[in-house]
């Protein structure tokens, strides 16, 4: 039998506790004097249940109500004198965030069968709340457990190892940044530091000093001699994101680099030795860029060594359950109050949508749809989600679209059925084993 913790917020100590809730035997109660205590008990120990002894003189509600809002895995249960129950704002918190209340003096039998129910409840769904659980089980911090994140993250670690270029290809918020972040800090040079700039971003005029760094007088306006990024960078990584619109004459300036570890300032005559691992990336195929003569070939190869993948979302869907969760989580204290999760009938409209703009835009429409959900789950309607996906014009022959639509209905269905074999085969019309040889074919993770 699981031991049934209980923390109790009680503003007049353990002895007025033990005088409220009376004996619980077969409870391991911690008793705290206030929110600030809870809320240090709780950032080390989950709790399924709680329970509030609210007094008057203590915390004011606004501020017990960010702390339940916080804390929503656990089950709280209140207990206030009987006046206070005529303030609006009472009424309104106890309704969004507690699952039972009582008034003092409280009956201890009643209060007995509430801290049960609570903690049936707590039990049922699962009692560690999902952050928690990724936290301990997670070492990358890319999410995900389909084929194709497991993939890239084994890829990942074996190419932190070693000091080359990588070259990381992905749509736009698929998590190209995030996997340049974590390929630094698996990589020796983990306690250097990071830097990053969006080759796009910045305008030609700008781009050479902001990299290289300038020398006094080298232009007007240059007063003082300027460190680039890539020295800035020395010791650690540098992320070259939108690789494919850096001009031309600058690919020149970093393929000399790559080669020679070398650079120069603008307007400077003497190298300086950089010891920066350089990390690009792009949204746009570059080997056409370099067809079409916008992007050096020599260039493309010394970075191309190490090329990774990033996905897009489209092709893992089996993950939006798992991401929705840990956003959900990531962005409690934002939700609106009654809030408690996320539909069937939400997850199925989103395994339908295609994500074109990749788990940025899945970030997006959760936590718009956390504020403005009027019900306890969010609904499809929360999510704003286009009715069908958008049109895509056919660019691959009939063979990838069709390899493309039997993957995405793989994916959907899996979504749908929570990951149950059974269930996606018989809704698929294939047998369990056809689906697992399809699965193992498309890299698709049970
Ligand atoms: N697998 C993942 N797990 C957790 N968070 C993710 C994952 N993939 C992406 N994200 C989050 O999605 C957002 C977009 O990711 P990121 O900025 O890395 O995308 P990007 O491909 O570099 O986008 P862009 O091309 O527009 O620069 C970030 O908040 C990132 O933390």
Redesign the pocket.
């Given at each position: 039998m699981s031991v049934k913790r209980l923390l109790c917020i009680s503003g007049e100590g353990s002895a007025h506790a033990r005088a409220c809730h009376g004996e619980l035997p077969g409870w391991d109660v911690c008793v705290v004097e206030n929110i600030a205590a809870a809320r240090k008990v709780l950032s080390q120990q989950h709790y399924g249940v709680g329970l509030l002894l609210d007094s008057s003189d203590g915390a004011g509600d606004a501020e017990i109500e960010r702390f339940l809002r916080q804390h929503h895995h656990t089950r709280w249960i209140g207990v206030f004198d009987a006046p206070r129950l005529d303030h609006p704002a009472l009424r309104e918190l106890i309704a969004a965030h507690l699952v039972d209340f009582h008034t003092r003096p409280a009956d201890a039998l009643r209060l007995k069968h509430s801290l049960g129910h609570a903690h049936g409840m707590a039990t049922l769904a699962k009692t560690t709340p999902p952050h928690r659980r990724q936290a301990s089980e997670r070492a990358s911090?890319?999410?995900?457990a389909s084929r194709a994140?497991v993939r890239l993250r084994a890829h990942i670690d074996k190419i932190a190892a070693i000091d080359a270029p990588v070259l990381i290809s992905?749509?736009?918020?698929?998590?190209?940044?995030?996997?340049a972040q974590e390929l630094h800090l698996r990589s020796q040079r983990a306690s250097g530091p990071f830097i990053a700039i969006?080759c796009a971003a910045v305008s030609p005029a700008l781009i050479h000093s902001e990299l290289f760094g300038h020398e006094r007088g080298s232009f007007t306006g240059a007063t003082r001699d300027k460190q680039g990024l890539l020295e800035a960078a020395s010791g650690g990584s540098i992320f070259l994101?939108e690789i494919g619109d850096l001009p031309l004459d600058l690919q020149a300036s970093l393929l000399r680099f790559l080669q020679e570890r070398v650079i120069y300032r603008v307007g400077g005559t003497r190298t300086i030795a950089v010891d920066a691992r350089v990390i690009t990336?792009t949204?746009v195929n570059l080997p056409q860029a370099v067809a079409e003569g916008r992007f050096r070939e020599d260039l493309y190869y010394r970075l191309s060594v190490f090329p990774i993948r990033?996905p897009p979302l489209r092709e893992r869907k089996e993950d939006l359950p798992l991401?929705t969760d840990?956003i959900f989580n990531k962005y409690a204290a934002e939700r609106s109050p009654q809030l408690k999760g996320v539909s069937r009938e939400a997850l199925l409209a989103m395994a339908r949508y295609e994500w074109p703009g990749?788990?940025?835009e899945l970030?997006n429409r959760v936590r718009r749809a956390m504020v403005l959900a009027e019900q306890r789950l969010i609904m499809p309607e929360d999510l704003d989600l286009p009715s069908a996906g958008p049109i895509c014009p056919v660019k691959e022959g009939l063979g990838s679209s069709r390899l493309s639509a039997e993957r995405t209905a793989i994916g959907e269905s899996l979504a749908r059925s929570g990951n149950n074999i059974s269930q996606a085969a018989r809704e698929l019309g294939v047998s369990r084993m056809t689906l697992y040889r399809l699965m193992a074919k498309h890299a698709i993770s049970p």
């Open positions: 911090h890319i999410d995900g994140i992905g749509e736009s918020g698929s998590g190209k940044e995030l996997a969006n994101d990336a949204h990033v991401l840990l990749n788990v940025r970030i």
